[in-house]
């Protein structure tokens, strides 16, 4: 059972436009979510959180939202820039210590 | 300063060797995990240590030995593995478990022959 869900494993976007990266979630007992980032052969870096008091984090280029009735979260990167070419991970704590992962969207900006 | 380090970077053994992996933080986190991430696969969770202490073995093969020396290094032993344990093994800090934000190292890629 994927209890966190990215329906879309790749996504292209042309540099300077907006990146929406979407997550999927069926458990509502998640209250706090977090995007982590990706590049190859290297560990995820964590980049934004959010918890479920909120429908918005921002912090610089990067905003997350979150629709606790569609339980449906995104991450916007505007403008996005070729260093943003990774892939994107969201993920929630279950518990203590687990984190329910995504499965994952490839983001290609180009320049 | 978020860093958490591992080494080695790269290894190759074969199914008879027997190596390390190790992980070091300085954050002051006092719990420490390992991971295994296959290609186009999201980390997967395979030891929980809190305060020093195995807190979660996600029943993973006793061929996989971890370790916690200190509240700062975290070592994952490996003596015949199979070419399928082939993969990024990653280290992660957190100050606390649940919401405690998890900061990954680099990862070692193990290759098994």
């Known amino acids: 059972d994927q209890q966190v869900k990215q329906n879309s494993p790749s996504l292209s976007v042309q540099e300077g436009r907006i990146s929406i990266l979407n997550c999927d979630y069926t458990?509502?007992?998640?209250?706090?979510f977090l995007w982590y980032k990706k590049y190859p052969a290297e560990g995820p870096t964590f980049l934004i959180s959010i918890s479920s008091i909120k429908d918005k984090n921002e912090d610089g280029r990067f905003t997350v939202f979150l629709n606790k009735s569609a339980k449906h979260l995104s991450l916007h990167i505007v403008p996005s820039q070729p260093g943003d070419s990774a892939v994107y991970f969201c993920a929630a704590p279950r518990g203590t210590y687990k984190y329910i992962f995504g499965t994952g969207t490839r983001l290609k900006v180009l320049a | 300063d978020t860093e958490v380090t591992q080494t080695p970077k790269h290894l190759v053994m074969g199914m008879t060797n027997k190596k390390s992996l190790k992980c070091e933080q300085h954050?002051?986190?006092?719990?420490m995990y390992w991971y295994k991430q296959k290609a186009k696969k999201p980390p997967e969770l395979m030891f929980v240590?809190?305060?020093?202490?195995?807190?979660i073995n996600e029943s993973v093969p006793s061929r996989f030995s971890p370790e916690c020396p200190n509240s700062s290094l975290l070592n994952l032993h490996l003596h015949a593995l199979q070419p399928e344990d082939s993969a990024l093994y990653l280290c992660?800090?957190?100050?606390?478990?649940?919401?405690?934000?998890?900061?990954f190292g680099p990862g070692t890629r193990l290759t098994v022959l």
């Open positions: 240590y809190s305060y020093e202490k195995l807190s």
């Open positions: 954050m002051g986190h006092r719990a």
């Open positions: 992660a800090s957190s100050q606390e478990g649940g919401r405690g934000t998890q900061y």
């Open positions: 458990n509502s007992m998640f209250d706090y």
